[in-house]
């Protein structure tokens, strides 16, 4: 999903960027990572590498480096590959194009934006790569701290889109032809809870797109990732009810040990998760 926001601004630009054939005609490469992998920062060095000795030797080329392992690692990749043009999180993606263009008009030498930032809505259309299924993001960031991932600290406090603009993007893609959407959300359940001044469910969500999606052409709502912590009987009641949200329910299941759950900070028991899946 980030990967094809990133595209659509760049497309979308005064810029005017197009995707070229290979990497070697390509004005501007742009590296996404993602931390929750091991060996992620390893593998982007390795990718680096040659980008940069490429550069090193006179190629005119800007290099961007966005993504978890960018908001990881910060001005860390600046210093130790001084090539890079643009360091920025995944937060900074709707400013994309103005970050770029800062270097590459030479208002800025190098660009890190990495710092909190309330997030904003994309102007540019993701560039989809699926003709029938799309995703779109409902909720970025989490609060959890799991002792585990490293999520809160790449991608952010929670922040929920109105479901006004969630809306206003699903019935674009309907009218697009599109028949399937994915709602993304860290912890997707947890949608809303930030919303001033009026608080919002995930399942009132569900429920507001489905009333005003019907008839619309789009025939399926799925979501990813449900935390058990917020998993309630309203979601559960929306799934087996609402026309357009598919039978499925995304509930990872850690351990089955309450104290492997304490030491996880998980926020739930094997009671609590098997109460969800008796209901």
């Known amino acids: 999903s980030d990967s094809e926001r990133m595209e659509g601004v760049l497309q979308q630009s005064p810029l005017s960027l197009t995707p070229a054939l290979n990497e070697k005609d390509a004005d501007v490469v742009v590296l996404n990572t993602c931390s929750i992998r091991d060996h992620a920062e390893s593998k982007l060095y390795d990718r680096l590498g040659p980008l940069s000795n490429q550069k090193q030797k006179g190629k005119q080329q800007a290099i961007v480096v966005a993504g978890c392992v960018a908001q990881q690692e910060g001005e860390e990749l600046m210093r130790r590959i001084p090539e890079i043009d643009v360091v920025m999180g995944p937060q900074y993606i709707p400013r994309m194009s103005d970050l770029l263009t800062s270097v590459l008009s030479g208002t800025s030498h190098?660009?890190?934006?990495?710092?909190?930032?309330?997030?904003?809505?994309?102007?540019?259309?993701?560039?989809?790569?699926?003709?029938?299924?799309?995703?779109?993001?409902?909720?970025?960031?989490?609060?959890?701290?799991?002792?585990?991932?490293?999520?809160?600290?790449?991608?952010?406090?929670?922040?929920?889109?109105?479901?006004?603009?969630?809306?206003?993007?699903?019935?674009?893609?309907?009218?697009?032809?599109?028949?399937?959407?994915?709602?993304?959300?860290?912890?997707?359940?947890?949608?809303?809870?930030?919303?001033?001044?009026?608080?919002?469910?995930?399942?009132?969500?569900?429920?507001?797109?489905?009333?005003?999606?019907?008839?619309?052409?789009?025939?399926?709502?799925?979501?990813?990732?449900?935390?058990?912590?917020?998993?309630?009987?309203?979601?559960?009641?929306?799934?087996?009810?609402?026309?357009?949200?598919?039978e499925c329910f995304h509930v990872p299941f850690q351990s089955g040990d309450d104290d492997v759950l304490k030491y996880m900070r998980r926020g739930y028991t094997f009671d609590s998760y098997m109460r969800i899946i008796d209901r």
């Open 110 to 246: 190098q660009v890190v934006a990495t710092d909190p930032t309330l997030l904003t809505e994309d102007l540019a259309q993701p560039v989809r790569n699926h003709a029938v299924r799309a995703w779109v993001n409902v909720l970025y960031g989490c609060n959890e701290h799991c002792t585990y991932c490293v999520v809160p600290y790449t991608r952010g406090v929670e922040q929920s889109r109105s479901m006004e603009s969630i809306l206003s993007e699903c019935q674009d893609l309907a009218r697009r032809g599109y028949r399937e959407v994915t709602l993304l959300g860290q912890n997707v359940d947890a949608y809303g809870r930030d919303l001033i001044p009026q608080k919002r469910t995930f399942a009132d969500l569900l429920i507001f797109l489905n009333q005003h999606l019907l008839g619309s052409g789009l025939e399926r709502i799925r979501y990813v990732t449900s935390h058990p912590r917020y998993f309630s009987p309203r979601v559960v009641d929306a799934v087996a009810n609402l026309e357009l949200v598919c």
